[in-house]
């Protein structure tokens, strides 16, 4: 599942559609529906299954999985669905990935000899997927694309991964008290004139032209030289503890001297972080080769029409005619600390701007994808 199909389900069964959401045997529990979700509604339309976990793979029961999937005349995952599905006589018809699901699950590595046969099963399976649904991404992925599934039809827009209609910037305050930080975030809100988000994962101990590198040092470094040339404003950085690098990011905010405006707080749950982000005036994005491609981070910030901080190209134009969504560009230290001062001397301006992005995300991610998921269905089952 990851975090895109709860979201895609619930936007199919808003337009008819009879869908279940089946989740793996070893989902994150941060992507899970309870942490998407208000309510209980999702109990209704949501089974568990009993495989999916690649290292289980030989031991899985194709049977199983046979009358697991039986159901259904659609078949849309990630992960490693297809390679479980193919065991279980099925081939997806939609492929949303996630990334890694394209690039490592296809690769044999020394350190994971026992991958090796579902390894094998999900590079012959993304073969037979119908249907690829992913925006343009990096180099590495692209060329699994183009090795593994050459018979896919492609459709480019990004999949609707956040569900704006739960998620909307006029509303949403009225969750608040469904949540665990609900308070604390309002009160932080309170007690500064500035406060900025970043929840992307901290991974600094890799190249920087690694995909998973989010530019964390950039931030800091930026948030450091900020602080300097604004001290007293009253202003505080959110971080979560999330990815292989927190001690790393914790020593390096030490060693800027920087304690005293960033705030840690757990890893949550995407309804949390939500109600979280609303009270934000900013987001950052990254900071590395993926700063310029649609992910979760992106698609979070957009909807909640906030402006959005991370490398890449303004491309004015194209913002201005509602191709790409508005971002404040920054790739250095240095930028990232001048984007912000600019940023408060023309708050309101970029305030407005920002609310551009939710609408880019309805009117280019949202409407295009289900258009294609409803035409695909209807032709099948005519």
Same mark, same amino acid.
């Given at each position: 599942m990851n975090n895109n199909h709860f979201a895609v389900c619930r936007f199919l069964r808003?337009?008819?559609?009879?869908?279940?959401?089946?989740? !793996?045997?070893?989902?994150?529990?941060?992507?899970? #529906? *309870?942490?998407?979700?208000?309510?209980?509604?999702?109990? $209704?339309?949501?089974?568990q299954l009993s495989w999916g976990r690649p290292i289980n793979?030989?031991?899985?029961?194709p049977e199983v999985i046979r009358k697991d999937l039986e159901?259904?005349?659609?078949?849309?995952?990630?992960?490693?669905?297809?390679?479980?599905?193919?065991?279980?006589?099925?081939?997806?018809?939609?492929?949303?990935?996630?990334?890694?699901?394209?690039?490592?699950?296809?690769? !044999?590595?020394?350190?994971?000899?026992?991958?090796? #046969? *579902?390894?094998?099963?999900?590079?012959?399976?993304?073969? $037979?997927?119908?249907?690829?649904?992913?925006?343009?991404t990096f180099q590495e992925y692209e060329e699994n694309v183009v090795r593994f599934m050459p018979r896919a039809q492609r459709w480019l827009e990004p999949p609707p991964m956040v569900y704006s209609t739960l998620y909307d910037p006029e509303t949403l305050h009225t969750m608040a008290n469904r949540t665990h930080w609900g308070d604390f975030f309002s009160e932080l809100r309170e007690q500064n004139e500035f406060l900025a988000l970043s929840h992307n994962r901290h991974v600094l101990n890799v190249s920087t032209s690694n995909p998973n590198y989010k530019g964390t040092d950039k931030l800091l470094k930026g948030?450091?030289?900020?602080?300097?040339?604004?001290?007293?404003?009253?202003?505080?950085?959110?971080?979560?503890?999330?990815?292989?690098?927190?001690?790393?990011?914790?020593?390096?905010?030490k060693e800027l001297g920087i304690e005293g405006s960033v705030i840690w707080m757990p890893l949550m749950k995407r309804k949390d972080l939500m109600v979280g982000m609303s009270q934000m005036d900013l987001v950052f994005g990254q900071f590395g080769p993926c700063g310029a491609y649609t992910c979760g981070v992106v698609l979070e910030t957009l909807v909640m029409g906030k402006p959005l901080l991370c490398a890449?190209?303004?491309?004015?134009?194209?913002?201005q005619a509602g191709e790409t969504y508005p971002v404040i560009s920054a790739d250095s230290s240095e930028e990232i600390s001048k984007k912000l001062r600019l940023y408060l001397e023309n708050k309101s301006k970029e305030n407005e701007r920002a609310q551009m992005g939710r609408i880019w995300y309805l009117n280019k991610v949202v409407q295009p994808s289900l258009d294609h998921y409803k035409a695909y269905i209807n032709q099948k089952s005519a």
């Open positions: 808003d337009e008819g559609f009879d869908v279940d959401l089946l989740l !793996y045997e070893n989902e994150i529990q941060h992507f899970s #529906p *309870v942490s998407d979700s208000y309510d209980l509604d999702y109990m $209704n339309f949501t089974r793979y030989l031991l899985s029961d159901p259904y005349d659609v078949l849309i995952g990630c992960g490693w669905g297809p390679a479980f599905c193919e065991k279980g006589g099925r081939s997806l018809d939609i492929m949303i990935p996630y990334g890694d699901d394209i690039y490592g699950a296809t690769q !044999y590595m020394l350190k994971r000899p026992y991958h090796y #046969p *579902v390894n094998y099963a999900q590079r012959k399976a993304l073969g $037979n997927c119908k249907v690829f649904q992913m925006a343009p948030w450091a030289l900020f602080r300097k040339q604004q001290p007293s404003l009253k202003a505080t950085l959110v971080l979560l503890e999330y990815g292989p690098s927190v001690s790393l990011s914790r020593q390096m905010i890449r190209d303004p491309l004015e134009d194209e913002v």
